[in-house]
């Protein structure tokens, strides 16, 4: 069975702090891996991972995978009350749909 | 639309009831997925069209759930018998891309309470 972990569940931090949030995932003919950022309802989306070793980066926020290892980070730099949120990780093995962790619960107090 | 819209944001209903909810994705994604997330956890996959047709409903509970997609839009998710385990925020998503591992844009989800 497709299997995806996330840690830590949740985490408190300073604003101004340089935060990293893991996933390692166990499944069959991997695809991709995604990562969403969860504030209300709706996820939105961050990236997409296909390629190890190939950082993809979007202003503070940046995110590394590595298919040898089975895992990927989301990295976020100086810290901002609004990167308060639930950060998803999701991934795609051939022709199924997304599986995903149960999510890092991130809180950022001023 | 600009997104993808689901309605209605909240549904409360009783136990042995019968729902339905609605999900409009963005205009062309031929793609449409169904997801449910319960309180502390992650969305979890109910089913997933390709245009008008299911392509895996392997994600559906048990056969009180049932999901169409008519005309390969809108498509609507039917919950028969209610039960309080229902009780969740269930997720529409769509996508333009025939992988199905192209980005997959959310709607801001229904809140189906179960009394």
């Known amino acids: 069975e497709d299997k995806v972990v996330q840690s830590p569940l949740s985490l408190v931090v300073h604003e101004g702090d340089t935060v990293t949030l893991n996933c390692s995932y166990e499944v069959t003919n991997f695809r991709s891996l995604l990562w969403y950022k969860q504030e209300k309802k709706a996820p939105t989306f961050l990236f997409m991972l296909?390629?190890?070793?190939i950082e993809k980066k979007s202003g503070r926020l940046s995110s590394i995978l590595d298919k040898k290892e089975l895992f990927s980070i989301l990295n976020i730099t100086a810290t901002q009350t609004g990167d308060s949120a639930i950060y998803l990780c999701a991934v795609v093995a051939r022709n199924t749909p997304l599986v995903f962790g149960k999510g890092t619960r991130l809180s950022v107090i001023a | 639309g600009a997104g993808v819209s689901q309605t209605p944001s909240n549904k409360v209903t009783e136990k042995g009831k019968y729902v339905e909810l609605r999900c409009d994705p963005i205009s062309g994604h031929t793609a449409l997925y169904w997801y449910r997330q319960s309180l502390g956890q992650g969305p979890e996959f109910l089913i997933y069209?390709?245009?008008?047709?299911?392509?895996?409903d392997s994600g559906l509970p048990n056969d009180r759930f049932f999901a169409v997609r008519p005309e390969g839009s809108v498509s609507t998710l039917k919950i028969q018998r209610t039960e309080r385990g229902d009780s969740a925020v269930y997720l529409c998503a769509s996508s333009s891309g025939l992988r199905v591992g192209h980005e997959q844009f959310f709607g801001p989800g229904t809140r189906l309470t179960v009394l």
């Open positions: 296909t390629s190890s070793g």
């Open positions: 069209f390709q245009g008008t047709g299911a392509a895996d």
